[in-house]
């Protein structure tokens, strides 16, 4: 009977760790859905970058790592790091001031 009853007790234990670790798994994952701060309909809001569309802003925050190509409109000494794209160490200058080309062709996705 108490073997019964430790066996009973382990199954239980392990039901719950399993619950808890469902949970802690689900929270990680709402965690690491990437987001991007825009004004769209006139108010600031977050959506997920899988979301954006064309005409949509995005405000850009310092440290802040944003996952989506865009056209400056207004800067102010924004630095960005591109090492992941170029594998240049120091961050590049960017420039609203600079024209946009018209020609750049960006991949379909």
Do not use: C, W
């Not at 769209?40 to 959506?47: H, K, M, S, Y």
């Not at 925050?61 to 170029?86: H, N, P």
């Not at 240049?88 to 991949?107: G, M, T, Y």
């Amino acid at each position: 009977m108490t073997i019964v009853f430790v066996v009973i007790t382990l199954v239980f234990a392990e039901v719950y760790n399993e619950y808890r670790a469902k949970n802690a798994i689900a929270a990680l994952r709402k965690l690491s859905v990437p987001l991007a701060p825009v004004i769209r309909d006139a108010r600031p809001q977050e959506v997920r970058t899988e979301d954006l569309v064309p005409g949509d802003i995005l405000l850009l925050r310092v440290g802040e790592r944003m996952q989506a190509d865009a056209q400056l409109i207004d800067s102010y000494g924004l630095e960005v790091d591109e090492s992941v794209l170029t594998g240049e160490s120091v961050p590049v200058a960017k420039d609203a001031q600079q024209p946009f080309r018209q020609a750049l062709h960006l991949p379909k996705r």
